[in-house]
């Protein structure tokens, strides 16, 4: 194997390959400058070389500057010559320059002009020796839109600018040692000796011919129609080049239309651009708009607007407006009426629909359809007529005909687990868990005989609600009649009464009451308590302002040292609310729940508004509404518990709420009343548990490890809940106060 041969077959084959192409791109280059060669003017370069000879004495940089000039005019006539030996009719494009004289063909002598001032008269500034039309960018008039044949003004000579060296620069940089950059493969122009070398080729797919070049124009009657030639382009004999007239291509443009130019004839400007007054200062053409495509179906738009379009930029809305008006020079509506009828939006889904005929309305404008405003008004719901409308009539006539049942259909979600009375009120004292406080107070006092005739108690049956009060020794009553009178005359009641490490509890409530002596039996101060029913008007404003009002319009009334206490329930949503207020928020809205041990039925109506039902064994149907729980979701509820307490929050992003317990202790009427507070925090929640003591059912405190207050027996509530803590602070002040006391 001969050393630096590859033996690999593909490699040398490679290199084979690279080699025959680095020639023949070597050569093209070669060809390509020769051509340029060809085609330089040297007429600067003489008249360069002869001023520098004319010049008496020459600096050291005009005679290296002179010999490099002379050098390279000695090289482009040689090139020239050899090609003009070649091609004979060639000559007088080749040396055309006033400098070449010598080699001109006999006849061209004194065709000769140095700016146009002889030979043919004025024409000689339009056409140059050879009689072809000259480039009318080399004249120095040369205006593309105002003097587009640079011809000279009246009365001055014919001038051309120096021409800029530009294929000059080309060559020099064009040096042998690049030959290792591959150039693109292709035939220089005109060079022949490409197509014998074909065979190692890659076989291309077969495309059109190039396009023939036109005939040569005869005689110079279409020169003013005529781009003159700006340069050759090949070498003469070949395609485009020097030995045929080149006939220059028609402007591209959106100016020019297919099929205007017809082969062999020169190319005419188009009607606008013949019209146009070229002189008319600040005048500047335009380019016409782009004619309709033939093929294009009439009346469709392109379905992109073209971006160099001189068109204005029309927005998809402003288009249909246009659409819907019959806007000339938009595209019909295909198939439609009249040119300028306003189209309607009848097939259109986002137009307004098209007026009935028969009321001859106007079809509204365009402009009553963009000024159109589509606005939806909130909907204001009546959850509880829309859950009771749908009640099945049958169940309405069996809930009418049954005995003591209201009119109406009354929704409970919570049946069976107490009475209604004919309001639908929940009848609560059928619930009272234990003894409660007749229980208690007539385990102490004995029971009564009657309201304002002696001692004991005895329960009012207004509304379920236990009361107990006071009756003075002159058995006057001291209350409102809705009491039931107590006697005080009771050993154990005076007692305790002045016992200063008892207190009177003024309260109506039997659940606080209970809950207070339980929780003061369990501590161990040994503290106890009696009760009062004192009916003082309860005032508006903060927990404390209605405590201390409250206690002291009680200790007046009592006439003695007395304990107030008041629950407040502040819903964190509703800032607080309805803290003080809640035992009417309570009466008035309840916290009907469902019993749990009870599993209902759920009927869903097959016909609209097909609202979910739920039946219980005993019971009315419940119907379940849509709620929304927070601000995105949604839920079927029972339709009863839409307007329960609980239900109050729903919508808010929060069911936080606070139990605060106020105590407020009156040393006597005129003293100052002492407040002592306790707080639970906790949630609202869905009624659970039983529903004797107030809000307990919808109240889980965080204590509470998620049982509500209600479902917690008594001894897990009182050791967490708002009124243990409260009642802890009073315990501890009166403690310390009876201490205090005994000492002095
Ligand atoms: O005679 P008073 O002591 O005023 O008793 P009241 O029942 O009117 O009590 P409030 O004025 O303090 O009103 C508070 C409401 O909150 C209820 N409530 C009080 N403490 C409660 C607790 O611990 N758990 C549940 N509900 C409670 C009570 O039934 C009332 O409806
Ligand atoms: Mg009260």
């Known amino acids: 194997m001969a050393k630096g041969k590859s033996s690999n077959p593909a490699d040398a084959f490679r290199k084979a390959q690279r080699a025959k192409e680095l020639k ?186 190039p396009p023939k070049p036109p005939p040569i124009p005869s005689g110079p009657s279409n020169a003013p129609f005529m781009r003159p030639p700006l340069h050759f382009t090949g070498p003469p004999g070949q395609g485009m080049g020097m030995g045929q007239p080149f006939l220059p291509f028609p402007p591209s443009g959106p100016g020019f239309r297919p099929g205007m130019h017809q082969p062999g004839m020169p190319f005419r400007p188009p009607p606008q651009m013949q019209q146009q007054p070229m002189g008319q200062p600040g005048f500047r053409p335009r380019p016409p708009r782009p004619p309709r495509q033939p093929n294009m179906p009439h009346g469709k738009a392109p379905v992109v607007q073209d971006p160099l379009s001189d068109a204005p930029t ?242 007046e009334a009592l006439g003695t040292a007395c304990v107030t206490e008041d629950t407040a329930l502040c819903f964190e949503a509703l800032g607080g609310l309805p803290g003080p207020y809640i035992k009417d928020f309570l009466a008035k809205l309840g916290h009907e729940v469902l019993s749990s041990n009870q599993s209902p039925l759920c009927l869903v109506c097959t016909s609209p508004p097909y609202i979910p039902v739920l039946l219980y064994p005993s019971g009315p149907p419940v119907a379940l509404v849509m709620t929304r729980s927070t601000h995105s979701q949604y839920m079927l509820t029972p339709a009863s518990l839409s307007s329960g307490l609980n239900t109050l929050l729903t919508g808010f992003p929060t069911t936080r709420a606070t139990a605060l317990c106020t105590f407020a202790y009156s040393p006597g009427p005129g003293s100052a009343v002492l407040l002592f507070e306790g707080r639970t925090e906790g949630h609202i929640v869905p009624a659970r548990g039983p529903t004797h003591f107030g809000w307990d059912p919808v109240f889980a405190p965080e204590e509470g490890g998620g049982k509500t207050y209600a479902e917690m027996d008594g001894g897990e509530k009182n050791k967490i809940s708002h009124r243990y803590r409260a009642l802890e602070k009073l315990r501890v002040y009166l403690q310390d106060k009876a201490r205090k006391e005994g000492k002095a």
């Open 24 to 209: 023949k791109n070597k050569e093209a280059r070669k060809s390509v400058r020769e051509t340029q060669t060809i085609k330089r003017d040297t007429r600067d370069l003489e008249s360069e070389i002869r001023s520098l000879k004319s010049r008496p004495k020459l600096a050291a940089a005009d005679k290296t500057r002179l010999e490099s000039l002379e050098s390279e005019l000695e090289y482009v006539n040689k090139v020239k010559e050899k090609y003009v030996a070649e091609h004979p009719e060639a000559r007088d494009r080749v040396f055309r320059t006033h400098g070449d004289k010598s080699r001109r063909l006999p006849g061209h002598e004194d065709e000769d002009d140095e700016g146009g001032g002889g030979g043919r008269g004025g024409d000689k500034r339009l056409y140059d020796e050879s009689g072809r039309l000259r480039d009318p960018t080399r004249s120095v008039y040369y205006d593309a839109v105002y003097n587009p044949f640079g011809v000279p003004p009246p009365g001055m000579p014919y001038k051309e600018r120096t021409p800029e060296p530009v294929e000059e620069s080309e060559e020099e940089d064009d040096s042998d040692d690049d030959d290792d950059i591959v150039m693109p493969e292709g035939p220089p122009p005109g060079s022949s000796d490409e197509e014998s070398d074909d065979s190692d080729d890659i076989p291309l797919p077969e495309g059109p011919p």
């Open 314 to 555: 029309q927005t998809y809305q402003g288009y249909r407006i246009a659409k819907a008006e019959g806007v000339a020079g938009l595209p019909a509506r295909p198939g439609g009426g009249g040119d300028s009828a306003p189209v309607s939006g009848a097939g259109s889904p986002s137009l307004p629909a098209k007026p009935d005929s028969k009321t001859n309305s106007p079809a509204p404008s365009a402009a009553q359809i963009a000024a159109a405003t589509i606005s939806a008004a909130p909907v204001l719901r009546d959850l509880r007529k829309e859950a009771t409308a749908f009640v099945p009539r049958g169940v309405k006539r069996k809930a009418a005909a049954a005995p003591g049942a209201a009119a109406g259909v009354r929704v409970n979600a919570a049946p069976g687990a107490g009475e209604v009375d004919a309001d639908g009120d929940e009848l609560r004292s059928k619930r009272e868990d234990g003894p409660g406080l007749l229980g208690v107070l007539q385990g102490v006092f004995g029971e009564g005989t009657g309201a304002g005739t002696g001692t004991g108690i005895r329960q009012n049956t207004k509304g379920g609600q236990l009361s107990a009060g006071v009756v003075q020794e002159s058995s006057r009553p001291f209350v409102c009649s809705n009491l039931i009178l107590a006697s005080i005359s009771s050993p154990h009641f005076l007692a305790a009464f002045f016992n200063m490490t008892s207190f009177v509890f003024v309260t109506g409530n039997a659940n606080k009451l209970r809950e207070v002596q339980a929780i003061l039996a369990a501590g161990d101060g040994g503290i106890k308590v009696t009760s009062q029913a004192v009916d003082v008007p309860e005032v508006q404003g903060s927990t404390q302002e209605v405590a201390l009002a409250k206690c002291k319009a009680a200790a």
